[in-house]
């Protein structure tokens, strides 16, 4: 009885553990582009995601492929964008975006996929915004 149980937990667990140890590598973290100098070659030996700020007037739609710069903290990285996919509708000047691909030799980076979003419309207000309850309500005499 107690061999009918184990043998399929066992299996279970160990399938568990095999998908955890195969796809550690491949989790959804993203570095930035100040992260990437101090990297060094593993940068150039696998596909990684980098996350940035889109250079006003950098996007140029004209080149094959697409190509922009994307900004963090003052570091620029050269972007390639090397995919059919259509391109999102929040990809614009200023436009958070992660890039997912490979740096090339010449210090550019080769994107295959990208995901951008909106650079203020999820941003909370700032400190000169007021709060809806400090706002004063006139009173309405009910008849």
């Not at 004209?62 to 391109?87: A, C, M, Q, W």
């Amino acid at each position: 009885m107690q061999v009918k149980i184990w043998v399929p937990l066992l299996v279970i667990i160990g399938s568990i553990g095999w998908l955890a140890a195969t796809n550690f590598d491949k989790a959804n973290y993203f570095y930035t582009v100040e992260e990437l100098p101090p990297l060094g070659n593993p940068v150039f030996d696998n596909a990684i995601k980098v996350k940035g700020r889109i250079v006003a007037g950098s996007i140029d739609k004209t080149s094959v492929p697409l190509s922009f710069t994307i900004e963090d903290k003052g570091k620029n990285l050269r972007v390639h964008y090397v995919s059919d996919e259509p391109l999102p509708d929040m990809f614009k000047d200023h436009a958070e975006t992660v890039v997912e691909g490979n740096m090339r030799a010449d210090g550019e980076f080769e994107a295959s996929h990208l995901q951008a979003k909106c650079a203020s419309k999820y941003e909370a207000a700032g400190p000169e915004a007021e709060h809806p309850d400090s706002i004063a309500i006139e009173s309405v005499p009910v008849n």
